[in-house]
């Protein structure tokens, strides 16, 4: 069955920096756009970055362009994102999803992992 | 960049009540919209997509409608495990906005 564990999370100082990890099982890693999304403690989703199958396509979100950057190993069936200048509006649960993508459905995300707390306090 | 709203942004509802629940874009998006359900400490779980396709497994009581830039999820009767935070996303762009939430309770 198609599985997503993000690991790295943790507390962090303001201005610095963390790696989170997505590990992928069930499914061709390869073959599949991955996003990033978060969560801060009580508020709603907030998409994050996007990365295409074979890292040829990437987006980020405003709020974290210039920041954050993803990344993928499909030889090692995982996708990252490196944190840099980390603020206290960062703290959240981080998700990683697999995106599903049709020419009549554009994209979606179908599978979730169980998140990573990240959190920026000094 | 496309915003998106939810209306109403809670709601208390019965067992067996009739839901609806709104998700507006600030453009035209097609009918790129997918909806998501969210119970407290848990992932979000894809229900809908494209705006009125039901994901696999998900019960037939859930349907979507709409397109351009009005869409709704409707729960056609409430059921107990039915109670959380339920979430619109467009994906006309690859800057896939999320809706604020419409959190369901218990009335």
């Known amino acids: 069955q198609v599985r997503l564990v993000e690991s790295g999370g943790g507390l962090v100082k303001p201005g610095g920096s963390l790696r989170l990890s997505c590990e992928a099982s069930g499914f061709t890693f390869s073959e599949h756009y991955m996003s990033w999304v978060r969560q801060a403690p009580g508020k709603g989703l907030e998409w994050v970055s996007y990365i295409s199958s074979s890292s040829r396509y990437i987006n980020y979100a405003d709020s974290v362009k210039g920041r954050f950057t993803i990344s993928r190993d499909n030889a090692k069936n995982s996708l990252y994102l490196q944190i840099h200048s980390l603020r206290a509006e960062d703290t959240a649960v981080y998700y990683c999803a697999r995106a599903v993508f049709g020419v009549t459905t554009s994209y979606y995300f179908d599978y979730w992992g169980q998140g990573t707390l990240v959190t920026v306090s000094s | 960049d496309i915003q998106m709203t939810q209306s109403p942004s809670s709601l208390s509802a019965s067992v067996g009540d009739r839901v609806t629940i709104t998700c507006r874009a600030s453009?035209?998006?097609?009918?790129?919209l997918n909806w998501y359900q969210q119970k407290p400490g848990t992932a979000p779980k894809l229900l809908i997509y494209a705006a009125s396709s039901l994901q696999s497994g998900v019960p037939s009581r859930f349907s979507g409608s709409g397109s351009g830039t009005d869409f709704t999820l409707t729960i056609s009767s409430l059921q107990p495990e039915d109670f959380a935070t339920y979430y619109c996303q467009h994906s006309y762009s690859t800057l896939f906005t999320f809706g604020p939430g419409t959190k369901v309770d218990i009335k």
């Open positions: 453009q035209s998006i097609s009918s790129y």
